[in-house]
């Protein structure tokens, strides 16, 4: 079992910079693709941002191409996502998963094996 604890998310202003953590625990996350989803109210889960397990290939969703990034560290077995020129659109409970050995991101959240709490990012305008 791996168990993901997300970390970093905050009330900010519109154009402000955050840094989101995903922390793994129970396994080593080098095996894993991982992928940062977002839920608004009253709205669907969308697909963020995901990395592969294995050479750095990432995607991303149109409305936060540019602006946001993913990376990860496996020696601190650690997702990120780095998020930048932040809207009031972007409010939302952002939540962490991976999948065991991702070669292609997936944007389906039910194709991944484990999944974190999410942490919340509000943005003012």
């Known amino acids: 079992q791996m168990q993901l604890r997300e970390s970093g998310g905050g009330l900010v202003q519109a154009g402000d910079s955050l840094r989101l953590s995903c922390a793994a625990s129970?396994?080593?996350?080098?095996?894993?693709?991982a992928g940062w989803f977002r839920q608004a109210p009253g709205k669907e889960r969308e697909f963020v941002a995901g990395?592969?397990?294995?050479?750095?290939?990432?995607s991303y969703a149109d409305s936060v191409k540019g602006r946001f990034a993913i990376s990860r560290d496996n020696a601190k077995n650690s997702v990120y996502l780095q998020m930048n020129s932040l809207k009031p659109e972007d409010t939302a409970i952002y939540s962490c998963a991976t999948r065991s050995m991702m070669a292609v991101v997936s944007r389906d959240y039910d194709s991944y094996n484990y999944w974190g709490q999410g942490t919340q990012v509000t943005v003012s305008s």
């Open positions: 129970g396994r080593s996350l080098s095996s894993y693709g």
């Open positions: 990395i592969v397990w294995r050479g750095g290939v990432t």
